[in-house]
């Protein structure tokens, strides 16, 4: 069964960094598109940033020049690297990867930046 597991998700200040983690186990498929999204409260789950099986990267706005996307296909890992974050940055993060055309989400790792 295919699982997608997320850390380094925490209580950081304005201007801090983080650098979630996402493994996949249980699938011996390279997946193909993976992201991470995330979601606040009372808000719906957006799309935070995107990376292809090749390494093309697609990014939201509101994080452009702030976060980084990268995967590691050898150990079926994707990172995002966040950094200069604020207060609106706060949400649940969800790690998302396609394995063999099916679709898998994360449980979600709790961000949190206080002002």
């Known amino acids: 069964q295919v699982q997608l597991v997320e850390s380094g998700g925490g209580l950081v200040q304005t201007g801090g960094s983080l650098r979630l983690s996402c493994a996949a186990s249980?699938?011996?498929?390279?997946?193909?598109?993976m992201a991470w999204y995330r979601q606040a409260p009372g808000k719906e789950r957006e799309l935070v940033a995107s990376?292809?099986?090749?390494?093309?990267?697609n990014y939201a706005d509101s994080v452009k020049g702030r976060c980084t996307i990268s995967r590691d296909n050898a150990k079926i890992t994707v990172y995002l690297q966040m950094n200069n974050l604020k207060p609106e940055d706060s949400a649940v993060y969800f790690c998302?990867?396609?394995?063999?055309?099916?679709?898998?989400w994360g449980k979600g790792t709790l961000v949190t930046v206080s002002s």
């Open positions: 990376i292809t099986s090749v390494g093309n990267t």
């Open positions: 249980g699938s011996i498929f390279t997946p193909g598109n």
């Open positions: 998302y990867a396609v394995m063999n055309y099916v679709s898998y």
